[in-house]
């Protein structure tokens, strides 16, 4: 006789494999279904399981700014739309309260995205989970300023995950300039610590100034969150393990280039631009650490502003001339306008996949 | 079967050798020659019908059935059992798609039929004709996509099955068929509507519930 099995009896596993195919939106529905539910879709396997799962697509998060109401807001762009399949994208996502025009983006690491305006106002937030925690503020220490002709030159943030425990950090550097002494003074470094849910702050030797700059998009990677120098030739990067920097070697062609870091294909990529009548853009990719080469070039183009990243199949985010959003089929060269094309300039973009990994 | 052979036939000429030695030390002469002489045709006439043997047995164990003798390019067929008792013939290919009897016939624990104990006869028809067809049309990617929806047109204690089935016998595209087809039913439906379709008891209290429904309320809508 043949009896049947029924859901119930089926294993753990088999019922992780079949939730793990399901939506974030779907998967917050059925927390409410069972106790045994709620566990499963919460537990830390589950939920890397769920971000692993290669039905989970990637998407494009855009920070773009509208002229019409003059504020920023985030955009997310579906794989199915990228790969011009679908017409579909979501032109505002619910962002937190706090997010405004001045808003920087960092991330997203494992679904999860740093947002800051300014010192005080920092958050990490899960845009699937709508989960939003709001970091402590930052001490401004009153040892770089203890010398009034000591001024704050800049403050860089940097996001990232600690491979070996999953828990996920953030960085600041700040800079300070002595005007009397004409010197940099020693970087001042802060690092978050979402298990702990507080700052350590410390100065750091390594360097005798961290002038790097705003990464457009994200670039962390395996361990390490990496930024530009004021000079482009210079990469420096954070190991968010160990929490010391590092100088990663450029080769001296870097020096006359113009260009920023970005990620193309799982690997750290300096995307360059160079304008002039005719603008061409080139990856220089880095294969193994201070090893680039250069994997694309693809020019002469015209109408580009910058080069922001990369998707997966190869294709360049760009931005052009009238700060338009579009991909660039390296192929081809044919450029493909998305998202709104009126009134809305791009600011920002990272890939993004969806993921349960909770705040709290 | 073959060292045995083997074994014999290497004992067998170290013994005439050491005869031929026995005999050369021993003595010289015409006696000697003529003994050589006659062990020299009784050792091809040995080694060939050594040889006859061996290509008999070689042959035979290409296959079970005496038919089969004839051509040695038949493919090898595995026998497996089901939990009540019925017993199913597939070619070898069909049966490695599980890599729980693949890794059985390569650590060679697959001599006459292996039995299959959590699976019913009824489920493990199905199991064979999906991977049959997924062996005998691997390349052709549409085919394959309306037999795949075609196949998983069943009811769900069958499906439970075939998810069970699959796990066990780590066949990992019908495993991942079947849990997206669940997936895909399931996606949309509210609570109460997933405890009706799988018999859940809700073990929430009021007020339990209340405050997951309170971490995200816009999925509940």
Redesign the interface.
Known sequence: M?E????????A??VM???S???V??L????????Y??SLIQSPTFVAKHLRHH?NQENLLVHCYHVHGGASALSLFPDAYLAGTSLEYQDHIPTPTSFSTVSTVLGPVDGLVFIYNDHSLMLLWNPA??EVKLLPPLVVSSLPLSSPSRTLYSHVFGFGKDPSTNDFKVVCVRDYWDDDLQVWYVPLVSVYTLSSHSWRQFRDYTFSSLRVVKSYTNTYLNGFYYWGGISSCRVFAFDVRNEIFREIRTPDTFKSMQGNLALYNDSLATFAYNRGTETSVDVWVMEAEGCWIKKVSIGPLLNIRRALGSWKTGFIFIETGNMQLALLNPDTKEIRHLGPRINCYCLQVSRYKESLVRLH | MLYAIFGVQTFLQRDLELRNLSLFNRRKGFSYLFQKSLLFPFSISFFLSQGFIYLFLLSSRKSSSPAAIMSSSSPKMITLQSSDGETFEVEEAVAMESRTIKHMIEDDCANSSIPIPNVTSNTLTKVIEYCKKHVEAKSDEEGLKSFDAEFMKIDKDTLYDLLMASNYLDIKSLLDLGCQTVADKIKGKNPEEIRKEFGIKNDFTPEEEEEIRKESPWVFD
């Open positions: 043949n049947g099995t029924t859901f119930l009896e089926l294993p596993d088999v494999h079949i939730f195919k399901l939506p939106k779907s917050l529905r059925f927390k409410a279904v069972c106790k539910w709620c039905k989970t709508r």
